[in-house]
């Protein structure tokens, strides 16, 4: 599968704008086949890379995509395009499977420790941390605020900010150069910094 990946990531080329909200949009509209084979051909081969850059394992980053795709394939129907760019929904469903994929993993590998079966005399304390209640309203808040923003740069701020990527994985899954992102989150950020003050 990594070869076909890689391959039909060469024969769509960088050059050709696909729109990937619009080819999901059309997905849960209608189970486009056409339009899933077009988006599988153009998400596939940079989530394999994004991957397998991030876990430093082929069998992994093919288990992942693979995954994600599928979940793409039945999911559609839950994109909603004025929430976000679809490649970024696509890339939390993809955050999603690798954390699973890793949690499945570390559980049938769990040994039981000496040190696990002590309790643990004190729990740390946060005192930085919102409470719970809080938490969502903060997250709605800014989810607000960053739909205000321009689409390219509200997809790298919900990607770096509310999804935990770093820049550098940003600038790999939206195939473009780091300056770019650092450049969008910087005028981003700016534009925030403008509505706060308001």
């Known amino acids: 599968m990594a070869v076909s990946i890689q391959q039909q990531g060469h024969m769509e080329g960088s050059n050709k704008e696909v729109d990937v909200g619009q080819l999901l949009l059309k997905v849960a509209a209608s189970r486009c086949q056409i339009s899933y084979q077009r988006l599988f051909k153009h998400v596939a081969p940079r989530l394999h890379n994004f991957i397998r850059k991030q876990m430093g394992d082929e069998s992994i980053a093919k288990e992942v995509v693979q995954e994600t795709m599928l979940k793409v394939w039945t999911k559609a129907h839950l994109y909603d395009d004025s929430k976000g760019a679809g490649l970024t929904w696509i890339f939390s469903i993809a955050r999603n499977a690798k954390f699973d994929l890793l949690r499945r993993q570390k559980h049938q590998n769990d040994w039981v420790q000496g040190d696990d079966l002590w309790p643990t005399l004190e729990e740390p304390q946060d005192d930085q941390k919102l409470p719970r209640e809080f938490e969502s309203i903060v997250t709605e808040e800014l989810s607000n605020l960053i739909s205000t923003l321009p689409k390219p740069q509200a997809e790298v701020v919900s990607m ?34 403008e509505a706060l003050d308001d």
Not at 170 to 182: F, M, R
Request: proline share 3%; net charge positive; hydrophobic share 45%.
């Open 160 to 193: 770096v900010y509310l999804r935990g990527a770093s820049q550098q994985e940003v600038a790999d899954l939206l195939d473009v150069p780091l300056g770019t992102v650092k450049s969008r989150l910087r005028l981003a950020l700016q534009k925030l910094k």
